[in-house]
């Protein structure tokens, strides 16, 4: 299996431009999430989503959008890109979230952007 | 909102020697999480707990839910092991929202 699989790996863009960060899971799970981590601070989660169609923000939710069409895929969207989306964001999926299930979150291996 | 602490934020040791890494939370959990990140930027889950203590290889963790605080130990370690390690908690109710620690770095010297 191949997991979480987030593209792409690395972009630079200018200040104003969009762009959609994709995170594909081949495991069939109903949790997705995204997280950015800046340097020197802990991972802070953007939006999540328990199922397709279902879709909810989390701590740092402004500038971005989500969807969830499908189970497989959760893509995070930047609109207008500003320097302060510089940051190494990561897709993460479990099969279930919430008390008492030991579901661990498996993790895409990052998308480092950068914002110019 | 939880609170979550890690110390320390670095540590260097030995190859062989015995590891500990400590984490604290300000209120009250379902579940606990350590995750270890590579020097690549790959994030692992190791364990999740929520009473109790777990074991795997040369890893183990405890949580002590009434000290509302969690330890990671490695035994015997190894350069390999040399990693961020990283605590994050869900809070009560079955939130599926971690609040994560800021890490801790440990390089372990051959």
């Known amino acids: 299996n191949a997991g979480v699989t987030q593209t792409p790996k690395f972009r630079i863009l200018k200040i104003g431009q969009s762009m959609t960060l994709q995170c594909t899971q081949d495991m069939n799970h109903n949790y997705m999430y995204w997280y950015r981590q800046d340097p020197g601070m802990g991972l802070k989660l953007i939006y999540y989503s328990v199922g397709a169609g279902i879709t909810d923000k989390g701590e740092v939710p402004n500038g971005y959008n989500v969807s969830r069409s499908t189970t497989e895929d959760f893509p995070l969207r930047l609109e207008l890109a500003a320097p302060s989306q510089t940051s190494v964001y990561f897709c993460?999926?479990?099969?279930?979230?919430?008390?008492?299930?030991?579901?661990?979150?498996?993790f895409g291996d990052g998308t480092r952007l950068s914002i110019l | 909102k939880n609170e979550v602490e890690q110390s320390p934020q670095n540590l260097t040791a030995q190859e062989g020697e015995f590891i500990t890494i400590n984490c604290s939370y300000s209120v009250g959990i379902s579940a606990l999480h350590w995750l270890q990140q590579h020097p690549g930027g790959g994030i692992v889950s190791l364990f999740m707990?929520?009473?109790g203590k777990k074991k795997h290889g040369r890893l183990i963790a405890t949580i002590n839910i009434q000290e509302k605080h969690s330890s990671l130990h490695i035994t015997a370690s190894h350069p390999r092991d040399s990693a961020v390690y990283i605590c994050?908690?869900?809070?009560?109710?079955?939130?599926?929202?971690?609040?994560f620690g800021k890490g801790t770095k440990l390089t372990v010297n051959p």
């Open positions: 994050a908690v869900s809070d009560q109710g079955g939130s599926e929202k971690l609040v």
């Open positions: 993460a999926s479990s099969r279930t979230g919430g008390w008492g299930n030991d579901q661990p979150q498996h």
């Open positions: 707990l929520s009473s």
